[in-house]
Structure formats: C-alpha cells, structure tokens
C-alpha cells in the first residue's frame, strides 16, 4: 500500500470482528514497524505488551469500561448537538463495552518521565496503526486506562516504574476503511510568523 | 513509495541539502499528511509553525545550538568509547551547527499539558516524517530547543500558553537512505506477560 494511503485511510477503528484471528506474525509484523520510529538518542525505550490471553484481555477489558465511564460523560457535556460528536461517542461507547473483546491488546511501555518520554513513544505508535492499515487490521488510540493503570500493571505483571502509554485495540475492522474528518492544512499551518496563512496551494 | 518501505527507512537525516529548496506545495504535503493522525477525541490541537524566512531559521538556528551544548556534553559523557553513539553524535553536532541552515523547519504547537497533549501531537509528527520520506525529504525529531523556548516564541510570536513541542529541520538530504540500526522485535515485545518473550516467528 501507498504511504499517502495509508496515511490518508487510517483512521480510529473502534469496531473490531472479535471472532476473526489475528496471526501472530502480524502482531509481530507491526511491532517491528513501530520499532523503526526515531526515538532520543535512538534511547529505543519502548516495550510493546501483546495481550492474547482471553482472561487478561476480559480483566484489561472491565478496566478499561471503568476508566471510560466519566470520559464518557464529559465528552457528553461538551457534544452541544454536534452530530460528528454524538458519533464518535457512540463508537466510542461501544469500544467501552468491547475492548477486552479485541483479538490483541497492545500497550506501549517505558520507563522514563511523563512529560518527557512521549517524544520517544507516540511516532512508534503511529507507525504501528499506518503497518496495520496495510494488513487490513484496525486499531485506535486510548490512554484512559491510566485512570487505574496500577490495576492495568498488576493484570500483566508490569513493574511499577514503568508507564503504561497507550491501550491499543487491534483486529479486523467491522467497518469501512475512510479517511477521517479533519481541519484542512491551510487552517492550521502558520508561514514565518503565529497566525499568518500559508501561501494558496499552486 | 510502499508504506512498509518509508517505515523502514524514515530514519534521522541531520545533513540536509542548504542550497537546494523546498517547495512550498511539498511543504504542505507533508503537513497535510500529518493532520491525518488521531488526536483526542479528535480535537486536532496542533498548529503547524513553518519557518521559511532567513532570518528566522537563523535565529532559530542560534537558539537550538545554544540548547544543543550542554546535551552533547550528556551524549558525550555517556558515549564511553560506543562507535554508534560517536557517530550520533558528530551527526548531531553537525546539526547543532546547522539548524538554521535547513531550507525549512518546522515546529508543531498546541495548547495543552505537557504529559497530557503529547498524544494528540507525536502520531502526527510521525505521518509528516514518512510523507517528507516519500519525497525524499529529510528530516529529524528534536525537542532540546524548548530549554530555551520562550526565546523560540519570542522569534515567532507564539503566544506565552503554547507549546512548541519539536524543532523538526527539513530539507533535501545530503546522506543516503538506509534503515537505522534497532533492537529486533522479539526483545522488544512481552507476550501476555511482562518480560515474557514472543513466540518465534514463522
């Protein structure tokens, strides 16, 4: 697949075929993705945790659901009638609900300080999604775990120095591959000076 | 450009071309591209500050090196006879001397807490590194800039509450492409367990 197709089509798949496996090599495959992501002073902190076993995922599942109960709700407050809101919401809810049905759970850790490392962490990630994109599989972006995420550590045995950036769901979509909504470029790029538009395009 | 392939070969390019220019329509190619990343619920908080103006790459480029002295002397200290980290190192000078130089640099900014925006902002960062790849663009991830960030926004009239999360130069490399060395997959990845290895592959 074409890196601006890749780019272009993936989007938060929150809807994932719970019955449909995900090889082993694949998970490995967008593992190894990730690890190509710069990372300071090519530091390459990041430990990717791959969760298979049904028992953990259900356990990460129900904390997951937990932690997103009052995101749920502020993102409510702050719909406003927005029908672009109200749907990724009610994705949104639905993923609460199924997380833990996902074939793979995958969660980014390192050591190293909040604030600091994430420079280190979130390019691997986004390498990740663009992989899964061109083997067909889905996945989304969450951090709400780390509301509990010393009961998220204690499911897998993760020490706890070591943060736990990002709940990864991954499978086969349900849905349509599409390119997301987004602002175009010329509304948030900045030429020489905060504020001042780009050229037009030519 | 196959996206597995810009993957793998998107790696720190820290000699970039100062005379051959960048157009502008590759420019916000590549900062489209990095639109397209997930932000949380979907809030797309980063601005993209594009510096093209001489004297402001310039003094840009006065700053970082000012910031870049006491990191090197990290580097340096812990190098401990390392060819790799010797040869980082040399690059890194090279661009602590350089930076201004770049055709473009690039500065992704959001409001937001560092610790918390850090996810809506590296995905992106991400996407613009491999589109600039597939253009042969080169380009690196820095972020010692913001020991003195309050003169970087002084240079750009960036208001006070934001954050200018990276110094990204970018340009026509003067190096070849090639994969940057990494740790292989199966030592970066604990299956179901913490420090439990993957099955092989295959």
Redesign the interface.
């Known amino acids: 697949?074409?890196?601006?197709?890749?780019?272009?089509t993936?989007?938060?798949m929150r809807r994932l075929d719970a019955g449909r496996p995900v090889s082993?090599?694949d998970?490995?495959k967008v593992?190894?993705?990730a690890?190509?992501?710069?990372t300071?002073?090519?530091s390459?902190p990041?430990?990717?945790?791959?969760?298979?076993?049904p028992d953990?995922r259900r356990r990460l599942g129900e904390i997951y659901q937990a932690c997103w109960a009052p995101v749920h709700d502020f993102?409510a407050t702050q719909a406003d009638g927005s029908p672009?809101?109200a749907r990724?919401l009610r994705s949104a809810d639905h993923l609460g609900e199924h997380m833990g049905d996902a074939p793979v759970l995958l969660l980014p850790c390192s050591r190293g300080q909040?604030?600091q490392a994430?420079?280190s962490?979130?390019?691997?990630?986004?390498?990740l999604?663009?992989?899964a994109?061109?083997l067909g599989l889905g996945t989304?972006?969450t951090?709400v775990h780390r509301l509990q995420e010393g009961e998220v550590r204690a499911v897998?045995?993760?020490?706890d120095d070591?943060t736990t950036?990002?709940m990864i769901p991954m499978g086969y979509p349900t849905g349509r591959w599409a390119?997301?909504?987004?602002?175009p470029?010329?509304e948030?790029?900045?030429?020489?000076?905060?504020?001042e538009p780009?050229?037009s395009?030519?």
């Open positions: 697949m074409d890196v601006f197709e890749a780019i272009a993936t989007r938060a082993d090599a998970v490995l593992v190894e993705a690890t190509k992501a710069p300071g002073g090519n390459q990041v430990r990717w945790m791959v969760v298979r076993d953990k993102y672009d809101v990724m909040v604030g994430e420079a962490v979130f390019p691997a990630v986004q390498n999604f663009l992989a994109r061109a989304t972006l951090t897998l045995g993760i020490p070591v950036w990002a390119e997301a909504p987004r602002r470029v010329a948030v790029t900045y030429w020489d000076t905060w504020k780009p050229p395009r030519g």
